[in-house]
């Protein structure tokens, strides 16, 4: 789930602001209603194979350029992807995520928000493979 106050848009921000707050050594680039900061921890929500990315990695911001107008991201595999101001709308922060943006993925730990909020989302069976 997306939406609402425990939705990961909303979860993201708050981590965000506990993990990567704004600092006045620190660039950034608003897009909208989201900003983007060097040591944001981002994926792709599209697949580029121009840039040799794909839907669901992540990597983290290194640099904000505005001059050049984009920002630049490690992916978590070592590689360094640029994307234009204009085409921020193919990333996300990655900071909490969907259950669904999720699957086929493994994460060192987890936090499921369970409120009445989710409606009947959380009626699929999950699966833990180690403790």
Known sequence: ???????????????QDQLNPAADDKPEHW????????????????????????????????????EERMIEIRTDDGESVRYGFDELDDLTHAYAISV??????EYPFVVAPIVAESGGSCCAASCCTRW
């Open 31 to 66: 897009s909208g209603a989201t900003v983007f900061r060097v040591g944001d921890r981002v994926m792709p929500i599209r697949n580029n194979y121009d840039k040799g990315v794909f839907n669901g990695e992540t990597g983290t911001v290194t640099a904000v350029v505005r």
């Open 1 to 15: 789930m997306r939406k609402g106050e425990t939705g990961a848009t909303a979860l993201g921000r708050l981590i």
């Open 100 to 105: 669904h943006r999720s699957q086929g993925s």
